[in-house]
């Protein structure tokens, strides 16, 4: 029975990553966006899709769009270390990314120096080697410590990006489900020293956005809240930012296929019980609909990018290759503008956006192809039902000996018994 516990979930986690990831050009669960000094970067791995959006000399508070100029690419910095790893956490301020390796020796921690754009090419030992799970980093950047929620043990790995030390929490949040319930695909945002895990869910079971789960980083303690207000529809493929004042804006996803509505919620988290609200939102690009995107607050803005637009009909406008900014200055009122595009050479005449066409400069190259993203996905499905497939073997292994070894021993104390009622007769 436990086997089959583990088992299952870890297998319905992997699938929901697998469907999930390559969502789009640039979107998807693997792909990762910060902001640090007045560069926006983008983060798959080393040598794919690794760039920046130059900020310096932008002012987000006018309509300045940004050219295609402003878009650094840094998958040919060298030298590079010799990593596969594609989870980015960041140290205290934002000042480097780290890639962490896990090795038959322990843990390895690759650095980017942010300001210089370059990698140290020779790792540093993480100390006090503990075993990672499933899922994303949430990173601190005014205390340099970096959180990952094991989606299977449901407890907290901890990283100290200062001193390099790896810990587990001691408290779990497995006690806060019933038997069975895998959560899957929910964001996590870091707010006042606690983090939330909004939305998500598997298939066509969505979890109930009125049921916030919340870790508390200072008490190392975990607590299901409750929200009250206008709640938005269960989500996946969706993102989530938090502002100073308390507010968590929640963008895009879907629901059975189809838009999640509305597509932009506030939840104020400065109230007991937190609230939602659906705001009032000025959008001049007409349908705008995105999920697999990322999203990141810079200032007063939270930028979203990539991803796919869910309501697009053209198909070689699915992937979106944009990236917007949303003003939050103003809580009553939200306002939607184009900031910058990847390519300047497709036509938008017939999109169901409203969209500006970028001027026409050199863009940087994507590292594939929509071609070649469909046939890793492809594979990747594949490994996933091969593994399913041993899963489920041994599960069946498993069970048939335990049946036989239940059946060995009813014939082991039923001969007994016949020798012991021979004796009997014997005597």
Same mark, same amino acid.
């Given at each position: 029975?436990?086997?089959?516990?583990?088992?299952?979930?870890?297998?319905?986690?992997?699938?929901?990553?697998? /469907?999930l990831?390559?969502?789009?050009l640039?979107?998807?669960?693997?792909?990762?966006?910060?902001?640090?000094?007045?560069?926006?970067?983008?983060?798959?791995s080393?040598?794919?899709?690794?760039?920046? &959006?130059?900020l310096?000399?932008?002012s987000?508070d006018?309509?300045?769009?940004?050219?295609?100029?402003?878009?650094?690419?840094l998958t040919?910095?060298?030298?590079?270390?010799?990593?596969?790893?594609?989870?980015?956490?960041?140290?205290?301020a934002?000042? !480097?990314?780290?890639?962490?390796?896990?090795?038959?020796?322990?843990?390895?921690?690759?650095?980017?120096?942010?300001t210089?754009n370059?990698?140290?090419?020779?790792?540093f *030992? %993480?100390?006090?080697k503990?075993?990672? =799970?499933i899922?994303?980093?949430?990173?601190? #950047?005014?205390?340099g410590i970096?959180?990952?929620?094991?989606?299977?043990?449901k407890?907290m790995?901890?990283?100290?990006?200062?001193?390099?030390?790896?810990?587990?929490? /001691?408290?779990?949040?497995d006690n806060?489900?019933? @038997?069975?319930?895998v959560?899957?695909?929910f964001?996590?945002v870091l707010?006042?020293?606690q /983090?939330l895990?909004?939305?998500?869910g598997?298939?066509?079971?969505k979890?109930?956005?009125?049921?916030?789960?919340?870790?508390?980083?200072?008490?190392?303690?975990?607590?299901?809240? !409750?929200a009250?207000? #206008?709640?938005?529809? =269960? $989500?996946?493929? +969706?993102t989530?930012?938090?502002?100073s004042?308390?507010?968590?804006? %929640?963008? =895009?996803g879907?629901s059975n296929?189809?838009?999640?509505?509305?597509?932009?919620?506030?939840?104020?988290?400065?109230?007991?019980?937190? @609230?939602?609200s659906?705001?009032? &939102? #000025?959008?001049?690009f007409?349908?705008?609909?995105?999920?697999?995107?990322?999203?990141?607050? &810079?200032?007063?803005?939270?930028?979203i990018?990539?991803?796919?637009?869910?309501? @697009?009909t053209?198909?070689?406008l699915?992937?979106?290759k944009?990236?917007y *900014?949303l003003?939050?200055?103003?809580?009553?009122?939200?306002?939607w503008?184009?900031?910058?595009?990847?390519?300047? $050479?497709?036509?938008?005449?017939?999109?169901?956006?409203n969209?500006?066409k970028?001027?026409?400069?050199?863009?940087?190259?994507?590292?594939?192809?929509s071609?070649? $993203?469909? =046939?890793?996905?492809?594979?990747?499905?594949?490994v996933?039902? &091969?593994?399913v497939?041993?899963?489920?073997?041994?599960?069946v292994f498993y069970?048939?000996?335990? +049946?036989?070894s239940k059946?060995?021993?009813? $014939?082991n104390i039923?001969?007994? #018994? !016949? /020798?012991?009622?021979?004796d009997?007769?014997?005597?």
């Open positions: 029975m436990q086997l089959s516990k583990l088992i299952f979930p870890a297998a319905l986690i992997i699938f929901n990553h697998v /469907i990831t390559n969502c789009g640039f979107g998807g669960s693997d792909l990762y966006s910060f902001f640090s000094g007045d560069k926006l970067y983008f983060f798959r080393i040598k794919y899709n690794f760039f920046y &959006v130059d310096a000399g932008v987000l006018t309509d300045t769009v940004i050219d295609k100029s402003k878009w650094i690419d040919e910095v060298k030298p590079q270390p010799d990593t596969s790893a594609r989870e980015p956490l960041l140290d205290k934002n000042e !480097n990314l780290i890639l962490l390796d896990y090795t038959d020796d322990g843990v390895d921690a690759y650095t980017f120096h942010i210089l370059i990698w140290e090419t020779r790792p *030992k %993480v100390k006090n503990v075993s990672i =799970g899922g994303v980093w949430v990173s601190d #950047e005014k205390t970096s959180y990952l929620f094991d989606e299977i043990d407890e790995t901890i990283l100290d990006s200062i001193n390099l030390t790896l810990t587990k929490s /001691i408290s779990t949040a806060l489900f019933v @038997e069975g319930f959560m899957d695909n964001v996590q707010s006042n020293g /983090i895990f909004i939305g998500g598997s298939g066509s079971i979890d109930s956005m009125n049921n916030i789960l919340m870790y508390d980083t200072l008490t190392d303690t975990w607590q299901m809240m !409750n009250t207000g #206008e709640t938005p529809e =269960g $989500r996946l493929g +969706h989530a930012v938090s502002i004042d308390g507010r968590i804006i %929640v963008f =895009g879907i296929s189809l838009p999640a509505s509305p597509q932009l919620s506030i939840l104020d988290t400065s109230k007991t019980p937190y @609230e939602w659906t705001p009032t &939102v #000025e959008n001049p007409g349908p705008f609909t995105f999920s697999g995107h990322i999203a990141v607050m &810079v200032k007063d803005y939270m930028i990018a990539f991803g796919i637009n869910t309501t @697009e053209i198909p070689s699915i992937d979106n944009n990236i *900014k003003d939050t200055r103003d809580p009553l009122k939200y306002k503008s184009f900031l910058s595009g990847f390519d300047d $050479r497709t036509d938008f005449s017939n999109s169901s956006l969209i500006y970028p001027t026409n400069s050199t863009p940087i190259q994507a590292s594939v192809d071609a070649f $993203r469909l =046939g890793t996905r492809n594979i990747v499905i594949i996933f039902a &091969v593994i497939f041993i899963c489920i073997s041994i599960f069970k048939a000996k335990q +049946h036989r059946n060995t021993n009813q $014939r039923s001969s007994s #018994e !016949n /020798i012991s009622s021979n009997e007769l014997k005597a």
